[in-house]
């Protein structure tokens, strides 16, 4: 019997042939034939359509034949058995016990598993009201789970969440500094802000955004950063006193400010002449 390569085991050549471990033979056929016309070198110009092509006929080789599919969802068995985490297991057994869903959070963040932690803390969310993890874990752990849950959503594209938890530790942390990574929730709370929200907000939106993350406190290129991209939001709604005025603060910050040429040709505004160009936006 061929055996997945790179240690990959838990249902895998299922996987590769878009089958369940129940699918029957003509299902697994058809999946074959299906794949098998997407991945053909002389059809695809996906990048590694030769070792896609050749993982798909060990995948078709094992499970079209009764023998070795039995051995090796026998494999598959003994593979997820040894691989059970007990621990994970007992607190999986106490859905009902908020501490317990608590712990399973951290452990699954710990373990990588931020779509599960995700999936159960949006559970216990909607189950009890006002469920919050600093109510069930230790002060160290509570933030570190709200930092990696925050991390999980931002993976996920779920920003405004990802930001409130984010914005949780960094208040945290202001206060009383326990895990000593507030410039780094800092950045991820700024680049949220600026690259993936202020964008898509109306000009005066996003100014509001901008002025949120100023609040924060900054060094000075990026703070100077921020105020370029204020003056760019205020020339969007015509307000062209208040662009220059920021693109001035901008300059004033850091001289050599890069990405402004084009707001600077849109407001007619003359860079400083120890400046430089500072390249294009």
Known sequence: MILPEGGKTVNYY??????????????IKSSF????????????????????????????????????RRLYD????????????????????????????????????LNEAGDEAIKIYERMKSKYEGFDLANYLEEKDY?????????????????????????????????????FFLEEVKDRIRDIYCKRLARALPSLDAVKIYQKVLDMGLA??????????????YHKFGDLRKAKHHLA???????????????????GYKRPKSAGRGGKS
């Open 33 to 68: 034939r299906r794949l098998a016309k997407r991945f053909h070198p002389d059809r695809s110009r996906e990048a590694g359509t030769d070792d896609k092509m050749r993982l798909i006929i060990k995948a078709y080789d094992v499970l079209i034949n009764e023998n070795e």
């Open 14 to 27: 299922y996987e590769v042939l878009e089958v369940k471990p129940t699918s029957p033979p003509e299902e």
């Open 143 to 179: 933030l570190d789970c709200e930092f990696l849950l925050g991390e999980a959503y931002e993976s996920a594209g779920k920003w405004e969440k990802a930001l409130d938890l984010y914005e949780r530790v960094y208040a945290e942390e202001r206060e009383m500094p326990v895990r």
């Open 249 to 267: 603060m901008a300059f004033e910050l850091e001289p050599r400010l890069k990405g402004a040429q084009k707001i600077c040709e849109k407001l």
């Open 74 to 109: 026998q494999h598959l068995r003994q593979e997820a058995e040894k691989n059970r985490d007990p621990y994970r297991e007992h607190l999986k057994s106490k859905p009902d016990d908020p501490a317990a869903q608590a712990r399973l959070i951290l452990y699954s963040l």
């Open 220 to 233: 000075k290129k990026a703070e100077a950063y921020i105020h370029k991209k204020i003056a760019e939001s």
